[in-house]
């Protein structure tokens, strides 16, 4: 039947878009650098327990609050800990955080979604009220008030940041959806019988995937931020986590003593996001065929 | 105008409500006795009982929320676990420090960031512009503390110009402020020069130099003003962000201000204050938004006219 070619064309082609829109960020420069650049670092991170000269929590009274050498490239601390270990070991802790943060809001955000412009009516009236409340908060202190219930801690952090996005992750997914949902190929699906959750997932959601992926990019480096203030303030993670937001807080008082317990942590986040936003950046030129 | 601002203020009305409901029911769902807080260590528990209901705690759950609206409308928001202090009072008194930090950070994104985004469209391509985009890019990766941090080793270490801890005055204002400005300040740049682009390929801009007009009136006549909506919904958004999360450079800069006193009642399991806080601060947000909605339909009178858009 034409009709079930005509489904088969289409996923064919968002599929084809993706993929045209991959071959085009390869050829952006500054992109590849910052797909480089992260991928270093989560490598990095990975492999941290072969790297990493020392262990994270090592104390040795004798080095303490050395400057950068060649036996601690980064210095120790005021416990002899090297802080060049403690940055790679941070890595799982920041990035990872900040990874499962995304993956929170964007998840619930599409889930809520999805089911508010599928099913309409009084559950997306519902759904869009919640979700208009929630965003009428500064997301900061959304975040905080969360972050007052649960307590302090690394756990609490990662869910309270990826629940403050999951309402506007569920207005963009709505939107997206609803413009969808008239399309021909849906109601074609309709007709043939596919039921809902069928089309759900394997029609609309695939052309949704490169908008959501855009915003979810740059949303991770402002995660893996977040993450960093959060533990820098102690509300994030605690002593004696290797959290690279942490270390800062944890070098305040030895900014004139020794700067360099500062210096690399923040290096590292600001590698690690300016890595992310050149990637972002060249998703959002290489996938959104209008921006050309 | 009076029936845009009539409605646009109708339209309010439930999003308080809403979260007034959100902050009572964090309030509730957070583990913890307030009665047993309170009261002095080593208490019965008759007088622990005595307390709960002298705060109304045993009431059923709609008076307590009542109670809790009807207050605030009233600006009490009750009184601090520690020290007794009244809430209102107490943020208050922090609000001035966090203000001036708030808008001299603004003050910085407005005047750096518009510019050099207009530099940026005017050149599209060239040299000038990646250049801009690349920092301004550079300033969005880099936490607002990390920078404040830089600024410190830098400036009040190294250079010793100015003092590392805040106090009153211009002088202490300066690094705080920029390390605050720097990521608003790159996201205006942004901001500024897409919104110019997307400006300066209509029609009317077209129009405007067909007829002849001189390009700097086309610029600022024809092309900013149109560029601004979006310039000035951003801004609304930024100012309620900023004056919360001015608490990172508040903590690294050492400012007695308002974000730090929400994170230390939230860290001293303070309510009282954590609520007071989040409820003041929401309902200014969502004023202030008001404000900003009011003045686009005095600017824009296409928003006036309709509406009845999807929002």
Known sequence: MTTIANIQDHKRKSSSLLSLGLQRLRKNRLAMVGLGGITFLIVLAVLASWISPYSPSTQNYNDILNAPSAKHYFGTDDLGRDTFSRVIWGGRESLGTGFIAVLIGVIGGTALGTIAAFYGGAVDTVISRVAEVFQAFPSILLLLSIVSVLGPGLGTAMFAIGLTWIPGYARLVRGLVLAEKNQDYVIASKLIGARDGRIMFRHILPNLLSQIVVYATVDLGNAIILTAGLSYIGLGAQAPSAEWGAMLGYARSYIYLAPWLSIFPGLAILIAVLSINLLGDGLRDALDPTSR | ?????????????????????????????????????????????????????????????????????????????????????????????????????????????????????????????????????????????????????????????????????????????????????????????????????????????????????????????????????????????????????????????????????????????????VQGAVLFSACAFVGLNLLIDILYGIIDPRIRLEDKRVE
């Open chain 2, 1 to 273: 105008m009076g029936t845009y601002i009539l409605r646009r203020i109708f339209l309010i009305i439930p999003v308080l409500l809403g979260i007034s409901l959100l902050i009572f029911a964090i309030a509730k769902v957070t583990p913890g006795d307030p009665a047993a807080a309170l009261a002095f260590p080593n208490t019965t528990p008759a007088r622990i009982e005595f307390l709960r209901h002298q705060l109304g705690l045993d009431q059923p759950i709609y008076v307590q929320y009542g109670r809790f609206l009807w207050n605030a409308i009233h600006g009490d928001l009750g009184v601090s676990y520690r020290g007794s202090i009244p809430v209102l009072k107490a943020l208050l008194d922090r609000l001035p420090n966090t203000l001036e930090l708030t808008l001299a950070a603004l003050a910085i994104t407005i005047v750096a960031g518009i510019p050099l985004g207009v530099l940026a469209a005017s050149n599209k391509n060239k040299l000038i512009d990646n250049t801009i985009m690349v920092t301004a890019l550079t300033g969005l990766s880099i936490p607002s503390f990390y920078l404040g941090i830089i600024l410190i080793i830098v400036f009040a270490v190294h250079l010793k110009l100015v003092s590392a801890t805040g106090g009153p005055g211009l002088k202490n204002l300066i690094l705080p402020a920029v390390a605050l400005a720097a990521a608003p300040t790159a996201v205006m740049i942004r901001l500024t020069r897409a919104s110019m682009l997307e400006v300066v390929s209509k029609d009317y801009v077209r129009t405007a130099r067909a007829k002849g007009l001189k390009e700097r009136i086309i610029l600022v006549r024809h092309i900013l003003r149109n560029s601004l909506i979006p310039i000035a919904t951003f801004l609304g958004l930024l100012t309620g962000n900023l004056v919360v999360g001015a608490v990172f450079i508040e903590a690294v800069f050492a400012r007695p201000g308002f974000g730090r006193f929400l994170v230390d009642a939230i860290i001293a399991r303070d309510y009282p204050q």
